[in-house]
């Protein structure tokens, strides 16, 4: 295909027009379907264009609310953004369900992340223990000025620590560094820090080191794994309360307990299983304007920690008492990022009352649990396809533009027949041909 050079200071027409004459048949088409998506608001729309680079348009996600979630005895409408027909409605209905049994609990275990200064050192590791703990206080200190504001507030650099990784990668090395951003997500804080700790470190040690010996850093960036920044969220009630036939709530206890397991030792139901579960993770996390890809990296490292990919949920019959939780590592922030430039990122927060980290940590977590309740409560019992393909009704309808009148006709039917994708072709094809 057409190459070119110095894209990146195209205008934006001019960007639209140089795809548009030479990737698609209908140039005129194409260009029309990315203008469709431009804000009127010019404001607004150039803030979104700046978000990134060779901005073209913008793509839409739904933007929707799951209320009802009674979280540590206080109320949510949780913000989703989430193009799936079906993840909404189950997170609702799964925030009913827990409203009228005593709600979600949840707690934040800890809030530690990680940065990294990966270098190589070919000299005795005893050398560099030594070099590095005489270092230590010198290596934290060049950090001040960028540390100052986030230790105002309580946070900081908590840890500096030299590992050996000689074992793994020949001569390999880091300074593994643990950190408290308060609200933010941390990666600027975590990332400048890193890079003055490694400039420093360079500095010392080619004042210290012979040239052949001299370590060599090899990167500085903060790590997505984050092990200790974790959440819990559970619910329980007694199984007589799970559903109002007692033997009905004994076997769907069961089974829900049983499905949990499955997920625990079988990697094949167990990625679907967590797949249900960053449902409601995701979606959150998207509408807070948070990052999407750290969170869903950090959380399958998560599952797999033992090395085998498992659940991230459990769940138990304890002395008739039915238990349900999730136990999961999830970085987020409410403040610096998008979170207080994205009009909607903005309002998704306040909806949930301006929550602090660890709080939207919380309300994350509960979200991913719902979700997973939802799924296995649907497994267990009906299965899926009933709630997904009604939700998916409006997919297919959309697909042959019904009108208004079609749709009414349509739904009503499939109050009281199932869905499948034939039978909606069908039943409109019989509205249209009289
Ligand atoms: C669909 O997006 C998610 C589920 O497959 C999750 C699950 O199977 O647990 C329903």
Not at 167 to 195: K, P, V
Not at 409 to 420: A, G, L, P, R
Request: some cysteine.
């Amino acid at each position: 295909m057409t190459q070119i050079s110095g894209f990146s200071k195209f205008s934006k027409e001019e960007k639209i027009n140089w795809l548009a004459t030479n990737y698609f048949s209908h140039p005129q088409k194409a260009t029309e379907t990315l203008k469709l998506y431009w804000n009127k608001d010019v404001k607004l729309q150039r803030l979104h264009d700046e978000f990134t680079e060779n901005t073209l348009s913008n793509y839409y996600l739904p933007f929707g609310v799951a209320p009802n979630f009674l979280i540590n005895e206080k109320t949510y409408a949780i913000p989703m953004a989430i193009e799936e027909s079906s993840v909404i409605a189950a997170a609702s209905k799964a925030a009913k369900f827990w409203r009228e049994r005593g709600g979600f609990k949840a707690e934040v275990l800890n809030t530690k992340k990680v940065g990294q200064v990966h270098f190589t050192y070919p000299g005795e590791t005893k050398k560099l223990n030594e070099f590095f703990e005489k270092s230590k206080k010198q290596l934290l200190a060049s950090t001040d000025e960028i540390t100052e504001n986030m230790r105002k507030r309580g946070g900081g650099i908590l840890s500096i620590q030299l590992r050996d990784k000689t074992d793994s990668l020949a001569n390999y090395y880091q300074l593994h560094c643990e950190f408290e951003t308060l609200d933010a997500m941390g990666a600027n804080f975590i990332n400048s820090c890193l890079e003055q700790i490694s400039e420093s470190f360079q500095d010392l040690a080619s004042a210290h080191f012979s040239e052949e010996n001299n370590p060599e850093v090899i990167m500085s960036i903060l790590s997505n794994y984050v092990p200790d920044c974790l959440v819990r969220a559970e619910v329980s009630c007694p199984v007589s309360d799970l559903m109002k036939d007692e033997k009905e709530a004994n076997q769907f206890a069961e089974k829900f307990v049983e499905a949990v397991e499955i997920a625990k030792i079988e990697p094949y139901r167990a990625v679907t299983h967590n797949k249900g579960i960053m449902n409601g993770v995701d979606a959150v996390v998207l509408a807070t304007g948070n990052d999407f890809r750290a969170v869903e990296a950090c959380v399958h490292a998560h599952a797999s920690r033992n090395g085998t990919y498992k659940s991230l949920t459990t769940a138990s019959i304890e002395n008739g008492i039915f238990k349900f939780s999730i136990e999961i590592p999830l970085a987020l922030g409410t403040v610096g990022g998008l979170t207080s430039l994205h009009p909607l990122v903005k309002l998704a927060l306040e909806m949930l009352g301006n929550p602090s980290a660890k709080e939207l940590m919380k309300i994350t977590a509960v979200a991913g649990l719902a979700q997973n309740f939802a799924a296995i409560k649907s497994l267990v019992t009906t299965g899926i396809q009933e709630g997904h393909m009604k939700m998916h009704l409006m997919n297919i309808l959309n697909q042959f533009n019904a009108s208004i009148e079609e749709r009414s006709h349509v739904i009503e039917h499939f109050k009281s027949n199932t869905v499948s994708h034939s039978a909606v072709v069908r039943v409109l094809e019989q509205l249209r041909n009289g």
